[in-house]
């Protein structure tokens, strides 16, 4: 089950639904944008109902949403929640902290990687060379198809031109897929390049401003 609000999210249930396993269920919440200051009683912000799921993600662009993840984990049924931090605006490492806290308590599994194209079927990065692990078998199924990009190049020996990309993990938002168009038909020496040219054209919706975990964008 996605929660989002707005083009960020959008994209990712995009490429989610496009490129997940057939056997996958994906349905979707738009969450309020207004919040209070103060959130005193979630349940008017909250869904009369919501789908059953396994998974909870978390892909809105608003800090307040965050608050409403374990009466949203409650209400769907959810046994596990992904709530990246691509923007500390969006999920401060206080309330990151809060979050994995709240849902402990009830016996919900958590994963705040950052950015989310750091998560991998074990961990996750929540700083620069920092690494979280987690061991939940929901969120570590979503991991084996979205997450850190893992690609599988196949060279010719004669030419050393990239003849083939396999994805294995692609980036949720389908950064990943879309840099392995490009490299098919480069050569090896010219791969580096083209990945980082690529990367960098993918029109990202992540925060692009200075973190300070990364002294660098994430």
């Known amino acids: 089950l996605c929660i989002f609000t707005g083009d960020y999210g959008i994209r990712h249930i995009r490429n989610i639904r496009t490129h997940a396993p057939v056997t996958w269920e994906i349905n979707e919440w738009r969450a309020p944008i207004n919040f209070p200051i103060v959130i005193d009683d979630p349940v008017e912000f909250l869904p009369t109902q919501l789908p059953r799921t396994d998974l909870l993600l978390s892909i809105a662009e608003h800090k307040g949403v965050i608050e409403l993840l374990p009466d949203l984990a409650r209400l769907s049924g959810a046994s596990a929640v992904l709530a990246p931090v691509d923007s500390e605006a969006w999920l401060p490492r206080g309330l990151a902290r809060q979050l994995h806290g709240w849902l402990e308590k009830v016996g919900v599994a958590c994963a705040t990687p950052k950015p989310l194209c750091s998560l991998t079927k074990t961990d996750y990065l929540i700083a620069r060379h920092k690494r979280k692990a987690y061991s939940d078998p929901t969120i570590s199924e979503f991991a084996h198809y979205f997450g850190q990009p893992h690609l599988n190049l196949a060279i010719n020996p004669q ?60």
Do not use: N
């Open 159 to 218: 030419t050393y031109q990239i003849s083939d990309v396999s994805i294995e993990r692609d980036a949720v938002c389908g950064c990943a897929r879309y840099v392995a168009e490009k490299l098919i038909g480069a050569s090896v020496d010219e791969a580096e390049y083209i990945t980082g040219m690529a990367h960098h054209q993918f029109p990202c919706l992540a925060r692009m401003g200075i973190d300070s975990d990364y002294t660098a964008t994430p």
